[in-house]
């Protein structure tokens, strides 16, 4: 009989090539199975929530493994493992779950921000879309408003996503003004395909500079193509910010 | 006749050896006086409100420098200098001044911020002291308060400090709680010796530790002996928040 653990940590992805594990590349799945792997003295697996691109950021994102003896100081291997990662992962904490409790199935919602500043920051310098031009804001929460109205969001799929369909119920879309000249869009579904914040991100600010209309993008969305949508907008601006657990799976 | 510009600004000090430019380092001050001269198509040199050492930051930090003829957009020059700037020095804006208006010598007070965190932050990784111990914040701040009864800080300078005296007004010296696990520590004087803000931290540290007492941490004062202090609090800690100039400098 194992044990299943969860952990809930955040990082900056900058210096990494995203979440997933790859053959020639910097992952963060690949940092903390590594220093997760040498402090229990045995080969540990961990499995995510969801994936993140390169460079996208997260505040909040759960992983699970299992173990075959059951952790006895669990703050202690928190502290020891974020004294031996980088300082742009941080664990916030571990805790035992029922063998059951799956960190990517159990998940029923996925929430991300995406945020964009006018102003240069010296102190967060890849954790923002630094966007020079004007967008009008009440524009693109219109165009916004109609994501909750449909369901299937396979214009805002990477072509190469091998998914069986591009249904995906979104509950909240809503871009917010921040302290100064910040502004954050705010997205929650509960799933996302690959590529969807961004490529969301990337034609509503098409709409907000005026160079598309909110029936386009409506056209869009019932479109179903890829093609017809805006450009991505870069990974510097995401962040995957809380993921939802049935009270059965986190109390 | 030249006009004399003031410059305003904020950096992220953790990848810079300081504030001034050095035979074998790289300097904030070296890296904006390549780019503006770049710019301006002119050798220019810039001079700060004061230096900041190796892996301090900024928030608020002011340099003039002067030119023959007027700049005609000043907007347009911080836009292009940000542009070219890495991304962890921005520019905040560049304004003509009086021509006896002087970056350093006009400056009335420095503010300081030291932030210490209990709680590892991915975001802003080298922007604080990770400090794990417990401390007493209401006897840090009984100590603290020490600091605005005396003048004579030679106790909290680096031995090598070529200063003609020791004397400095301290008109603020507070800790408080901020959101979370953190802890800052907020001190505002006329002028600073070097390294004194972080060997008062790291002193009030062993305080708020209960390893020196507040009488103890007042004779370290008194005894004008950098040795008798404790060490200094590391750099990632530290930013220069405000310089103070006279409504005649900046009105």
């Known amino acids: 009989m194992t044990q299943r653990y969860f952990m809930e940590l955040a990082y900056c992805g900058t210096q ?12 963060i799945q690949a ?27 997260a505040e909040q994102q759960f992983a ?12 202690q291997l928190t502290y020891s493992l974020n004294a031996m990662l980088p300082p742009d992962i941080a664990i916030r904490r571990i805790f035992p779950v029922e063998p059951d409790a799956h960190a990517r199935f ?5 929430y991300y ?3 964009i500043t006018r102003q240069k920051d010296a102190f967060r310098p890849m954790q923002a879309y630094y966007c020079h031009f004007p967008v009008n804001i009440d524009r693109m929460n219109e165009a916004a408003s109609i994501l909750l109205k449909h369901t299937d969001y396979q214009s805002f799929s990477r072509a190469k996503a091998a998914v069986k369909h591009f249904h995906c119920t979104i509950d909240l879309a809503e871009w917010r003004p921040e302290t100064g000249t910040d ?24 709409v907000g500079q005026g160079r598309m209309s909110i029936a386009d993008f409506e056209q869009i969305i019932l479109a179903r193509d890829r093609k017809v949508a805006g450009r991505a907008a870069p990974a510097s601006g995401l962040f995957l910010c809380e993921v939802g657990y049935p009270k059965t799976v986190i109390p």
Do not use: C
């Open 64 to 75: 699970h493994f299992d173990l075959l003896e059951p952790l006895t100081d669990l703050e």
């Open 16 to 27: 990494y090539h995203g979440w997933q594990i790859q053959p020639n590349g910097h992952s």
């Open 183 to 206: 502004m954050t869009f705010h997205i929650r579904a509960n799933r996302f395909l690959w590529g969807m914040v961004r490529a969301i991100v990337g034609t509503l600010l098409e």
């Open 31 to 57: 940092e903390i199975e590594d220093k997760l792997s040498k402090r229990l003295r045995q080969p540990v697996s961990i499995l995510g929530s969801g994936r993140t691109d390169s460079g996208v950021h």
């Open 106 to 110: 159990s998940a029923f919602s996925r």
């Open 113 to 115: 921000r995406y945020r």
